[in-house]
């Protein structure tokens, strides 16, 4: 009875609107038309559970330490999404349980323009699975791979979308830790939606002490025994394509690229949002120079030039970056205390460098780059992936991880989701202006339908080990449990 109750007053408010609006009859016809239809597909998913086979899985787009990524077209409606599907064996084996209920926990409660929106998740005695929008746009780690550098305007355009994001996610209490290119995805029409909210790559630094960062251990400023430099000096435009050669094996590696992680995060000193802004830093950085500012050959040696920023962040001649851009990265890549955006994102937000940024319409503006995409199903932007056989190996199956695998599974109790507002309905020109001119709330018709213990999951502290991402009333870093150990 309540949920024809709100069905009736949905109408009512239409019919309303459409009272006070000019539209011509057909018009007006067709939107109730369309009203009907939608409510009915409203009802259809409300009923239905979803599960892996309402999904077609198509082009395979991305592939991380646990699973991959593709496109999937829903059977039932045609709309295209993103599917990743991550194995629990793997996760149960690396400790990341909590991490992938994080992920799912931040997308299903963040709305906003700049996070990748989450259609549904659910699971199989085998994999969980994400279905998100597609965002057909390809990483930033390909664009800035395409581009070499870009130029400071280009930058301010991406730059700004990503302190939108950062913030956005900081307003819900949530620190995502490896914010990276690759997890700055672009839409159609080139903006940008930050992904990947849990699944880092940990890097195990965890066995480091803090001498080890000293500065007489550190490569690049360190002599070897016949006098030589440890490493090689080279100039902005070898070290590029040294970086190029190696970005992908770097991203593709099990132990990803720590060249955007806050030195507070690597020692493990404890660590707040802050350490979010230092990777802006780091990122603005590599889009202005061409690479990241503590890159080195090996991971190790980055993480040690990291944590000795002061004798390691150095901006080349060659790439002539303005005053105010060198100042704003200084003041990202520094000291906690001294960090822009410790109180807040106003505080980047009013630097000089985003002068004449207008920021309430960066995400209405034309992007710096349009990606060219022919279809819904368009992957040009996307490395192409070879596909391999797609048998679960019988050691997922019959490890000591096996009896804990099922749809059941208390170990990932709660990871069913479904957002039933998100299936296309800006599709329609006309419904979504109608939607915004609307004096309910934001999301009047929203119903996430979470299974009963997803509620309590939702809330639950998240524990975890390295980088990732958590709310941050989990707080020093050695609390966690470094499960990968
Ligand atoms: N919604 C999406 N739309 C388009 N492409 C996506 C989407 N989600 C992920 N991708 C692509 O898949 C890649 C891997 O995705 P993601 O980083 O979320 O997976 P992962 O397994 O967690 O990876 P990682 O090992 O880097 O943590 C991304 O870099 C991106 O290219």
């Known amino acids: 009875m309540k949920s024809l109750q709100e069905r009736k007053e949905r109408r009512d408010i239409l019919e309303k609107k459409l009272a006070d609006a000019e539209v011509?009859?057909?018009?007006?016809?067709?939107?109730?038309?369309?009203?009907?239809?939608?409510?009915?597909?409203?009802?259809?998913?409300?009923?239905?559970?979803?599960?892996?086979?309402?999904?077609?899985?198509?082009?395979?787009?991305?592939?991380?330490?646990f699973g991959e990524v593709r496109i999937c077209r829903e059977k039932a409606t045609g709309h295209v999404y993103a599917m990743k599907k991550l194995k629990k064996s793997e996760m149960l084996r690396r400790g990341q349980v909590e991490h992938v209920k994080a992920e799912r926990n931040l997308l299903a409660e963040v709305d906003s323009n700049c996070i990748v929106k989450l259609y549904c998740s659910f699971q199989d005695e085998e994999y969980l699975y994400l279905i998100m929008e597609y965002l057909p746009g390809g990483d930033m780690m390909t664009l800035l791979m395409r581009k070499d550098t870009l130029t400071e305007d280009e930058a301010r355009f991406y730059v700004g979308e990503t302190v939108l994001a950062i913030e956005s996610i900081h307003k819900h209490n949530y620190i995502h830790r490896d914010i990276k290119p690759d997890n700055l995805l672009l839409d159609r029409n080139g903006h940008m939606k930050l992904s990947d909210f849990g699944l880092c790559k940990p890097l195990d630094c965890s066995n480091l002490q803090e001498k080890d960062f000293s500065t007489a251990n550190n490569l690049s400023g360190a002599l070897l025994s016949d006098g030589r430099p440890a490493a090689p000096q080279r100039t902005q435009q070898e070290q590029l394509q040294h970086w190029q050669r190696n970005r992908r094996m770097l991203a593709y590696s099990t132990v990803g690229t720590p060249d955007y992680i806050a030195p507070e995060v690597l020692l493990k000193k404890g660590y707040g949002m802050e350490c979010d802004w230092w990777s802006l830093g780091a990122i603005m950085y590599e889009m202005l120079v061409g690479y990241p500012p503590f890159?080195?050959?090996?991971?190790?040696?980055?993480?040690?030039?990291?944590?000795?920023?002061?004798?390691?962040?150095?901006?080349?001649?060659?790439?002539?970056?303005?005053?105010?851009?060198?100042?704003?990265?200084?003041?990202?890549?520094?000291?906690?205390?001294?960090?822009?955006?410790?109180?807040?994102?106003?505080?980047?937000?009013?630097?000089?460098?985003?002068?004449?940024?207008?920021?309430?319409?960066?995400?209405?503006?034309?992007?710096?780059?349009?990606?060219?995409?022919?279809?819904?199903?368009?992957?040009?932007?996307?490395?192409k992936f070879e596909e391999v056989d797609n048998q679960i190996p019988s050691a997922a199956k019959s490890g000591p991880w096996r009896k804990m695998l099922s749809s059941k599974d208390i170990n990932f109790m709660g990871y069913t989701y479904k957002n039933v507002e998100i299936v296309n309905d800006n599709q329609l020109p006309g419904?979504?202006?109608?939607?915004?001119?609307?004096?309910?709330?934001?999301?009047?018709?929203?119903?996430?339908?979470?299974?009963?213990?997803?509620?309590a999951a939702a809330n639950q502290p998240v524990q975890g080990s390295f980088l990732n991402l958590l709310?941050?009333?989990?707080?020093?870093?050695?609390?966690?449990?470094h499960s990968r150990k």
């Open 295 to 383: 890159y080195s050959d090996e991971p190790m040696s980055t993480c040690r030039k990291i944590v000795n920023w002061r004798t390691h962040l150095k901006f080349p001649e060659e790439a002539k970056l303005s005053p105010e851009a060198k100042d704003l990265i200084s003041k990202l890549l520094c000291n906690v205390e001294q960090r822009l955006g410790t109180k807040g994102a106003h505080e980047i937000k009013i630097h000089p460098w985003f002068k004449g940024i207008e920021w309430d319409k960066l995400y209405q503006m034309k992007a710096a780059f349009i990606p060219e995409v022919n279809d819904e199903l368009d992957t040009q932007n996307f490395e």
């Open 431 to 455: 419904i979504a202006e109608l939607k915004k001119k609307s004096s309910k709330p934001k999301r009047p018709s929203i119903k996430s339908l979470f299974e009963d213990e997803a509620a």
């Open 471 to 481: 709310p941050t009333q989990i707080e020093a870093p050695e609390a966690e449990n």
């Open 24 to 65: 011509s009859e057909e018009e007006h016809n067709n939107l109730l038309k369309y009203f009907e239809k939608k409510e009915t597909e409203y009802m259809r998913l409300q009923r239905h559970k979803m599960g892996a086979d309402d999904f077609e899985p198509l082009t395979m787009i991305g592939k991380g330490a």
